[in-house]
T-cell receptor, first 106, second 119 residues
């Protein structure tokens, strides 16, 4: 089964600073989801990447898929308190990485 | 976007009793739904894949007789935690893909989760 490893496990960033989260797959990536969650709540869909080299952006969040490296990255520009939460990457069969907890300090 | 409704959002039950959690796709048909369990400060653990009209596919280590999954229609899947024990207390969440025209089955939608507490 596909295993997804996320890094870092957690990070604290000053408001206004950028941050990057990585997701590495143990197998070929045929598609990758990024979600955001506050623990105890449902998941918020951020974006899905399907093709190698694909890059998608939504507001201040950009995700890229490097198929050859079996890796995806999520980048947040000029972070805000609303960006705080747990970010999860999920494979096409919806197995998830361990998550990255993001804290944004004012 | 499509909506997945999960009910109840919270439930407290006594040890030894069974609890049923419902997952409904409100505006699309979901031939496949997924059930997850989440422990505090941990990621979602896929428990099983629920297939409409057939048996669910369970992940390794998940007890089939403990966590009964029924996907009786294209819009409803249920997870029943049988003979619940305190260690079954957790956050359970379901998701479904929209394979309808125009959606491509790519985006997965999640319920809001159910917090189960077994006392």
């Amino acid at each position: 089964s596909q295993e997804l490893e996320q890094s870092p496990q957690s990070l604290i960033v000053q408001e206004g600073k950028n941050l990057t989260i990585n997701c590495t797959s143990s197998k070929t990536l045929y598609g990758l989801y990024w979600y955001k969650q506050k623990y105890g709540e449902g998941l918020i869909f951020l974006m899905m990447l399907q093709k190698g080299g694909e890059e998608k952006s939504h507001e201040k969040i950009t995700a890229k898929l490097d198929e050859k490296k079996q890796q995806s990255s999520l980048h947040i520009t000029a972070s805000q308190p609303s960006h705080a939460g747990i970010y999860l990457c999920g494979g096409y069969k919806l197995s998830f990485g361990a998550g990255t907890t993001v804290t944004v300090r004012a | 976007g499509a909506v997945v409704s999960q009910h109840p959002s919270r439930v407290i039950c006594k040890s030894g009793t069974s609890v049923k959690i419902e997952c409904r796709s409100l505006d699309f048909q979901a031939t496949t739904m997924f059930w997850y369990r989440q422990f505090p400060k941990q990621s979602l653990m896929l428990m099983a894949t629920s297939n409409e009209g057939s048996k669910a596919t369970y992940e390794q280590g998940v007890e089939k007789d403990k966590f009964l999954i029924n996907h009786a229609s294209l819009t409803l899947s249920t997870l029943t935690v049988t003979s619940a024990h305190p260690e079954d207390s957790s956050f359970y969440i379901c998701s479904a893909r929209d394979w309808g025209v125009g959606s491509g089955g790519t985006e997965a939608f999640f319920g809001q989760g159910t917090r189960l507490t077994v006392v």
